[in-house]
């Protein structure tokens, strides 16, 4: 069964750093894009980062970028997303999500591209 499982939530004050990572099973992940996404209460779920199959595509929300990186290390079928320089404003639900289609360079960034998802990682910040 295709599985993705998040980790790596948690509590940290404004302007620390967590590193969310995510491990898939059950089906050959290395040839689909990755994406990161987060939904906060009330909210729409939002874009955070995406990564290529081959990790050499990767794109950021603008809300962000220069503070969150995302890899992948397909050996181990794992994504991860390092969030440095957190916000007020980044509290939420984070979740990670495999994407229906592939192929080299693909990356997406709109939810209904992604057809396995996890069941999300909690993140608070404290100001």
């Known amino acids: 069964q295709e599985q993705l499982v998040e980790s790596g939530g948690g509590s940290v004050q404004a302007g620390g750093s967590l590193r969310l990572s995510c491990a898939a099973s059950?089906?050959?992940?290395?040839?689909?894009?990755m994406g990161w996404f987060r939904q906060a209460p009330g909210s729409w779920r939002e874009f955070v980062a995406t990564i290529s199959s081959d990790g050499g595509a990767k794109y950021y929300d603008d809300s962000v970028k220069g503070r969150f990186t995302v890899s992948r290390d397909n050996a181990k079928n794992t994504v991860s997303l390092q969030m440095n320089s957190l916000k007020p404003e980044d509290p939420a639900v984070y979740y990670c999500?495999?994407?229906?289609?592939?192929?080299?360079?693909?990356?997406?960034?709109?939810?209904?591209?992604?057809?396995?998802w996890g069941q999300g990682t909690q993140v608070t910040v404290s100001s």
């Open positions: 999500a495999a994407t229906r289609n592939g192929g080299y360079g693909y990356t997406a960034r709109v939810p209904s591209q992604y057809d396995v």
């Open positions: 059950g089906r050959l992940f290395s040839d689909k894009a």
